[in-house]
T-cell receptor
Framework: KNQVEQSPQSLIILEGKNCTLQCNYTVSPFSNLRWYKQDTGRGPVSLTI?????NTKSNGRYTATLDADTKQSSLHITASQLSDSASYIC???????????FGAGTTVTVRA | DTAVSQTPKYLVTQMGNDKSIKCEQN?????MYWYKQDSKKFLKIMFS???????INETVPNRFSPKSPDKAHLNLHINSLELGDSAVYFC??????????????FGDGTRLSIL
């Protein structure tokens, strides 16, 4: 069973609207949680990295939250733009290890 | 100036052939990675090198052999290609290991298709 689960699998929103993506993980001991954006045909690009002590981190219109107690994270996209259409991947790093556990991603489609 | 560059971008070849994918990073990073992304878009780590030393070697068939001539390059050689090897292969780099909160920088992938 994958240690990082993302929901929903995909969603469609209208331009200008907000949306929230969810990530639940079981990785332990926890080191950090990352959100990546992957445009079609491109490699993933890092949006945020949060450690155990961080509850929220923003990168422009992207805001990530982390609850390390419940092992949940969310990525909120504000005032969506057509360029936000992409796959968003949640990745969790284990403490004292080099490995990363990847979620399957949420595909976001923004329509005009 | 591309930070992490992979060549070729597309690779179409027949089953049984041997092929190589090259990766170079100009970010001065110590750690480099190879990932495989299957048709379901799921990324899986294959290998990681830190300063030319292998630090991650997941359960990958020994037909796959990484080579790091220096810390700016990590190449992937695949022997006796099989249909199941068809996927997108991503190279990435980071300043240090991923346990240390450093972002990874990815190349744009090599799309490998086996006929």
């Amino acid at each position: 069973k994958n240690q990082v689960e993302q929901s929903p699998q995909s969603l469609i929103i209208l331009e200008g609207k907000n949306c929230t993506l969810q990530c639940n993980y079981t990785v332990s001991p926890f080191s950090n949680l990352r959100w990546y954006k992957q445009d079609t045909g491109r490699g993933p690009v890092s949006l945020t990295i949060m450690t155990f002590s961080e509850n929220t981190k923003s990168n422009g219109r992207y805001t990530a939250t982390l609850d390390a107690d419940t092992k949940q994270s969310s990525l909120h996209i504000t005032a969506s733009q057509l360029s936000d259409s992409a796959s968003y991947i949640c990745v969790v790093s284990e403490l004292y290890d080099y490995k990363l556990s990847f979620g399957a991603g949420t595909t976001v489609t923004v329509r005009a | 100036d591309t930070a992490v560059s992979q060549t070729p971008k597309y690779l179409v070849t027949q089953m049984g052939n041997d092929k190589s994918i090259k990766c170079e990073q100009n970010l001065g990073h110590d750690t480099m990675y190879w990932y495989k992304q299957d048709s379901k878009k799921f990324l899986k780590i294959m290998f990681s090198y830190n300063n030319k030393e292998l630090i991650i070697n997941e359960t990958v068939p020994n037909r796959f052999s990484p080579k790091s001539p220096d810390k700016a390059h990590l190449n992937l050689h695949i022997n006796s290609l099989e249909l199941g090897d068809s996927a997108v292969y991503f190279c990435a780099s980071s300043q240090s290991g991923t346990a240390y909160n450093q972002p990874q920088h990815f190349g744009d992938g090599t799309r490998l298709s086996i006929l």
